[in-house]
């Protein structure tokens, strides 16, 4: 079945440090790639998505580029601030797959000044 | 609008108690979704809906009932809690005709503690 892998957390960085998730998947077909993001409290938004190889998601200065051939949608900004702080969740949906978003466990990252 | 919103935001239960986590949304959104998240594990679907009166079954459904009678509720019910369902659960919601048919709106969630 479909599923996603992320790194694990947390991570730590210090602020305007460039970020990097890693966020891998296994599918069959030609799947959507979606990254979500959790604040502390609150549920999850959608932060970018891309629904075909070699889309780019953007949004806030995050940035991810679906990849078929390495099967990979990694999120990454160039310089992250103490706002960025939460847990992000890297998540599928299939064509297949009705509206079913496959989640990966979540990173949670921390920034600190 | 408010979106999703879900009440309780948090409850502590005795196992065996049954209770039912209110979840509505005002976007009129046919989809409505539950998902559990648990440390290490992400968010599981327990059950789903695609419209009113129509409920289908997720990836962990056991131990948990929905019903949909009107668009914008979707109530979830813990028929027997037991310690095993201590989680954070999400309602979401989105519509699937409206061209962001993957964009899931997510509620802040009920934190359940089963003693």
């Known amino acids: 079945g479909d599923s996603v892998t992320q790194m694990e957390g947390p991570v730590t960085l210090s602020e305007e440090a460039f970020l990097t998730i890693n966020c891998t998947y296994t599918a069959t077909g030609y799947p959507s790639l979606f990254w979500y993001v959790q604040y502390p409290g609150e549920g999850l938004q959608l932060l970018l998505k891309a629904t075909k190889a070699d889309d780019k998601g953007s949004n806030k200065g995050f940035e991810a580029t679906y990849r078929k051939e390495t099967t990979s949608f990694h999120l990454e900004k160039g310089s992250v601030q103490v706002s960025d702080s939460a847990v992000y969740f890297c998540a599928l949906k299939n064509t297949g797959g009705g509206n079913k978003l496959t989640f990966g466990t979540g990173t949670q990252l921390k920034v600190e000044l | 609008n408010a979106g999703v919103t879900q009440t309780p935001k948090f409850q502590v239960l005795k196992t065996g108690q049954s209770m039912t986590l209110q979840c509505a949304q005002d976007m009129n959104h046919e989809y409505m979704s539950w998902y559990r998240q648990d440390p290490g594990m992400g968010l599981r679907l327990i059950h789903y809906s695609v419209g009113a009166g129509i409920t289908d079954q997720g990836e962990v459904p056991n131990g948990y009932n929905v019903s949909r009678s009107t668009t914008e509720d979707f109530p979830l019910r813990l028929l027997s809690a037991a310690p095993s369902q201590t989680s954070v659960y999400f309602c979401?919601?989105?519509?699937?005709?409206?061209?962001?048919?993957?964009?899931?709106?997510f509620g802040p969630g009920t934190r359940l503690t089963v003693t």
């Open positions: 979401a919601s989105n519509n699937v005709l409206a061209g962001r048919s993957y964009e899931q709106y």
